[in-house]
């Protein structure tokens, strides 16, 4: 989750008030640095839980504004802030290898030539290999 907010200056005064449709590039900056925290802060909490990705559950922007608190204390003011919140909803999944099974060992080592055949029907079986022997 993650919440910004932005107070409407000059300039996004004098976009919303143009004739034409024109783009509020303040909000959109707002919009933009608020999506991106949250999804930098769902990044972290999931590498901190040992994930590798996220698949997203869900995604909330909300925008509203509100009356500016520091020019409301001076008296009346039709000043602006602008509040953005983003929250983001996923799961996280992580890697997996599947190990390689570890090599068979003999519980008896025969020794002498009945050590030598015994090799030799182990590595028939496909038990041990030649390199082994």
């Known amino acids: 989750m993650s919440v910004g907010v932005r107070h ?7 976009q919303t008030f143009s004739w ?3 783009e509020v590039s303040g909000w959109s900056e707002l919009v933009h640095a608020v ?3 949250a999804r930098h802060q769902l990044a972290r909490q999931a590498a901190k839980r040992g994930g590798d ?3 997203m559950a869900d995604s909330e922007l909300r925008v509203w504004k509100e009356p500016c608190v520091r020019a409301s204390t001076g008296g009346s ?3 602006e802030d602008h509040v953005a919140e983003a929250t983001m909803v996923g799961t996280t999944i992580a890697r997996f290898r599947a190990r390689r099974q570890p090599p068979r060992t003999l519980s008896v080592l025969p020794l002498g ?7 030799k029907r182990l ?3 496909s038990i041990i290999t030649p390199k082994e022997q």
Do not use: F, H, K, P
Not at 8 to 14: G, H, K, L
Not at 113 to 119: E, N, Q
């Open 8 to 14: 409407d200056d000059y300039r996004t005064q004098s």
């Open 20 to 22: 034409g449709n024109v």
């Open 35 to 37: 999506r991106s925290d």
């Open 53 to 55: 990705g996220i698949i």
């Open 77 to 79: 003011s039709e000043q």
């Open 113 to 119: 030539d009945r050590g030598d055949t015994l090799r």
């Open 123 to 125: 590595a028939a079986a």
